[in-house]
T-cell receptor, first 111, second 117 residues
Framework: DAKTTQPNSMESNEEEPVHLPCNHS???????IHWYRQLPSQGPEYVIHGLTSNVNNRMASLAIAEDRKSSTLILHRATLRDAAVYYCILGLGGATNKLIFGTGTLLAVQP | GAVVSQHPSWVICKSGTSVKIECRSLDFQATTMFWYRQFPKQSLMLMATSNEGSKATYEQGVEKDKFLINHASLTLSTLTVTSAHPEDSSFYICSARVAGVYTGELFFGEGSRLTVL
């Protein structure tokens, strides 16, 4: 399984944008880039995913580098409820394919 | 959105007993479910892939006789921790995708915290 590298932790101020980076230099052509987040003592929550093009949804934006070796999750206005561990995961397309979690980035949001 | 429910949310048991954790997809069918384990301050570790109507596929290093997985219907998978010991104490989380549809989204349960005394 291709690996991802994320900073262990990041800090942000409330209502400011947050850019969470992820490096995946060994990504293959069929790997999707997934982002999930996990609040303490809860199961992970889907944030966004993409293959080649940048993606936007109600939670966040995903910017994918042209060579696909890195990506950035963008939270446009961080709130206190966005404080969580954010995981960047590579996974094959398809309903049966598994996701292998890395260490993730612990995002702290200051009021 | 789709909901995955786990039961129980937490359980305390004595060493040597077996514990069953249920994972249900409440409003969708899931031919495949995944079981993860998470120790404090660590990431999720994939234990096994549960396939409806067939045997589960275990990740390397996970004892299939220790962690019994049954996926008898399209909405229910169970994980039984047999002869539990204190080192099995962990947060167990299941997840599922909607059968037949790839949206990239994996729906996770709330997790089940097991404490073995």
């Amino acid at each position: 399984d291709a690996k991802t590298t994320q900073p262990n932790s990041m800090e942000s101020n409330e209502e400011e944008p947050v850019h969470l980076p992820c490096n995946h230099s060994t990504i293959s052509g069929t790997d999707y880039i997934h982002w999930y987040r996990q609040l303490p003592s809860q199961g992970p929550e889907y944030v966004i995913h993409g293959l080649t093009s940048n993606v936007n949804n109600r939670m966040a934006s995903l910017a994918i580098a042209e060579d696909r070796k890195s990506s950035t999750l963008i939270l446009h206005r961080a709130t206190l409820r966005d404080a969580a561990v954010y995981y960047c995961i590579l996974g094959l397309g398809g309903a049966t394919n598994k996701l292998i979690f890395g260490t993730g980035t612990l995002l702290a949001v200051q009021p | 959105g789709a909901v995955v429910s786990q039961h129980p949310s937490w359980v305390i048991c004595k060493s040597g007993t077996s514990v069953k954790i249920e994972c249900r997809s409440l409003d969708f069918q899931a031919t495949t479910m995944f079981w993860y384990r998470q120790f404090p301050k660590q990431s999720l570790m994939l234990m096994a892939t549960s396939n409806e109507g067939s045997k589960a596929t275990y990740e390397q290093g996970v004892e299939k006789d220790k962690f019994l997985i049954n996926h008898a219907s399209l909405t229910l998978s169970t994980l039984t921790v047999t002869s539990a010991h204190p080192e099995d104490s962990s947060f167990y989380i299941c997840s599922a995708r909607v059968a037949g549809v790839y949206t990239g989204e994996l729906f996770f349960g709330e997790g089940s915290r097991l404490t073995v005394l």
